[in-house]
């Protein structure tokens, strides 16, 4: 990405009246017209020159690329000067995209209200970012599809820590004697 400088500097670039002349002679050439002088050949190159003079040679470079791979007839000065300054228009609105950045104020994470908040999880949501999708993507990272992403085989699903647990582990002491004491796990007795 280039500087805000660098964009400034391109746009503002000086034009190349001999570069200008040069192509617009090669162009002139791919439509010859035997009853043109010279004197008049040389006064229709000077009015491509006078229009183009205040564009950077960059853009007159990428107007008359585009008129010879594009156009179908003799391209008038005013032709080229509009392709000149579509080409300089993607760096006039990235300046004035910076310049409008720059003047608003920047918001933290932490000072979004709880509804911006909820809003942004709720479009990671849509997109498809959910904590079980991270998971799985952890998981198996190299997945080719969303069914290989969620397909789990008996070796890698986790088991419960009470499956591995010892049984005189503490763990599971501790569990027996919470199920003795909750009158839910044994209403009958």
Not at 5 to 30: E, F, P, V
Not at 129 to 150: G, I
């Amino acid at each position: 990405m280039k500087s805000t400088s660098d964009l400034t500097q391109a746009i503002h670039s000086a034009g190349d009246d001999a570069y200008t002349l040069d192509r617009t002679r090669t162009c002139l050439k791919l439509y010859y017209d035997p009853d043109m002088g010279f004197e008049e050949r040389a006064d229709m190159m000077d009015s491509y020159r006078k229009a183009l003079s205040a564009r950077p040679k960059w853009a007159v470079a990428k107007a008359f690329d585009e008129w010879e791979r594009t156009g179908t007839r003799r391209p008038s000065p005013a032709d080229l000067n509009i392709l000149a300054g579509r080409a300089m228009q993607v760096l006039t609105d990235e300046l004035a995209r910076r310049e409008r950045l720059a003047g608003e104020p920047k918001q933290t994470i932490a000072e979004r209200t709880d509804d911006e908040r909820a809003v942004g999880l709720l479009a990671m949501q849509k997109a498809g970012f959910t904590p079980k999708r991270l998971q799985a993507v952890r998981r198996k990272r190299m997945a080719k599809s969303e069914a290989e992403l969620y397909q789990q085989t008996a070796l890698e699903r986790e088991p419960h820590w009470a499956d591995v647990a010892a049984p005189d582990s503490p763990e599971m002491k501790a569990l027996r004697k919470a199920r003795a004491g909750n009158p839910l796990m044994f209403p009958n007795e």
